[in-house]
């Protein structure tokens, strides 16, 4: 059981459309930068950092670099002997890092962590960073024959669904050109300049490709250079420096299953939720926080896909399974709509540096909690959700963040 709390004190982002080795820069700048944003936004002294904790996935495929946890007292000396680790769970490895920060506070082993999720993925050309990325399936057993290993699972997920229930994939369009058109007013999103037609969210094969399957190419993640870091603290931190702009990690939910889809998709059959382990790690943080999906003012998921969006639609309890396109009709998921969605941006829009989505989410939830998301705020947003999944949700991280004074 959880005996104290945990909260967020700041955090930062870089800009998620720089291309970090183009500009001649590897880890160590991006991790500087990380650092350095994070320590100032969150106004905690350096001195006082106990811990620190890295998310990262893929770090050696792509630069060779390895030991990452070593990397912030690399670039910055004030936090040289501080312990750190690094933390893999491929797309929620930045989560994972957040829930070994919070076991650390609230055992009282220390009272305040650092968390950093970092990725460089654009040091390859994007076919080559496919096949990379694609190291979270059960290599040998699934996807064989993908030219694309995560599209071709993601697509294979819409065709469960379709299989259950049906599946219009005019609505995964819809959430695509949702998150696309959130981005624009995200300051740090990759997809903020891009412009876009009608037919880029259509079944039109010059305009909007098929990438594999029934997955086109709006309907994808990015592929994204980022950092983004927080500062967290415990209670008795906070009582002896007190703060003003803060939020509280009020519940979460952690699940892990089987690599393989195939084995998820068997493990379901019969039940409602097509992923009911997904299902858990969400319930799992509202009876944490207790709080149920009426309290929650926007959400921060996963939309590695718009298939994997339209799954957390119906996951989060907003339609009964297998209903998400009542939502994306209904208008529900915008700024404005009954449960925001994604309101900077989401995957799809921001950006996926993978390492850094799970801090990322969090951050953003801490900014829309304590209004200071800018042009992307959700009026009176007090309570938000997130949701991150690694792979095929095989490793499925779930928190709810309040404002400080809820």
Not at 50 to 59: E, K, T
Not at 88 to 107: P, Y
Request: a negative charge; one cysteine or more; charged letters at 20%.
């Amino acid at each position: 059981m959880t005996t104290s709390a945990t909260w967020v004190a700041g955090g930062f982002q870089t800009d998620f459309a720089t291309n970090w080795g183009r500009a001649g820069h590897g880890f160590a700048e991006l991790v500087e930068a990380g650092v350095t944003g994070t320590l100032e936004a969150s106004g905690v002294d350096p001195a006082d950092i106990g811990v620190i904790h890295v998310g990262n996935a893929f770090g050696q495929l792509f630069t060779g670099q390895g030991q990452l946890g070593g990397m912030p007292a690399t670039v910055d000396p004030r936090l040289w002997g501080i312990p750190a680790a690094r933390h893999e769970a491929a797309c929620a490895s930045g989560s994972i890092a957040v829930l070994a920060a919070m076991a650390d506070l609230e055992s009282g082993r220390y009272d305040v962590a650092l968390v950093l999720g970092v990725e460089l993925e654009r040091t390859v050309p994007g076919d080559d960073a496919s096949r990379l990325l694609g190291a979270a399936a059960w290599i040998g057993h699934e996807g064989q024959d993908a030219k694309f290993m995560w599209p071709y699972m993601f697509s294979a997920l819409a065709d469960e669904y379709d299989k259950r229930y049906g599946l219009d994939d005019a609505h995964l369009h819809a959430i695509a050109k949702l998150n696309y058109t959130n981005a624009r007013s995200n300051p740090n999103a990759q997809t903020r300049a891009w412009r876009f037609t009608d037919a880029s969210f259509s079944d039109d094969d010059t305009a909007n490709p098929a990438v594999e399957g029934r997955v086109r190419r709006t309907d994808c993640s990015q592929i994204t250079d980022g950092a983004a870091g927080v500062v967290l603290v415990s209670d008795r931190y906070l009582a002896a420096h007190p703060m003003t702009k803060v939020a509280r990690i009020a519940g979460w939910g952690h699940t892990t299953v089987g690599l393989a889809l195939a084995q998820k998709l068997e493990h379901s059959a019969g039940q409602p939720y097509v992923l009911p382990h997904v299902r858990k790690a969400i319930t799992d943080a509202f009876g944490r926080a207790r709080v149920g999906l009426g309290q929650l003012d926007a959400i921060e998921t996963h939309d590695c896909f718009s298939m994997s969006e339209y799954a957390a639609i119906d996951h989060f309890g907003i339609t009964a399974p297998g209903e998400s396109w009542k939502a994306v009709e209904n208008g529900d998921l915008a700024v404005g709509g009954r449960i925001p969605v994604n309101p900077g941006g989401g995957l799809i829009g921001g950006g996926h540096p993978v390492g850094a989505t799970g801090v990322r989410m969090l951050l953003d939830a801490y900014k829309q909690v304590t209004d200071q998301a800018g042009d992307h705020q959700v009026p009176g947003a007090r309570t938000v959700g997130t949701l991150n999944i690694g792979g095929s949700t095989t490793t499925t991280v779930s928190l709810v963040v309040t404002n400080g004074e809820a």
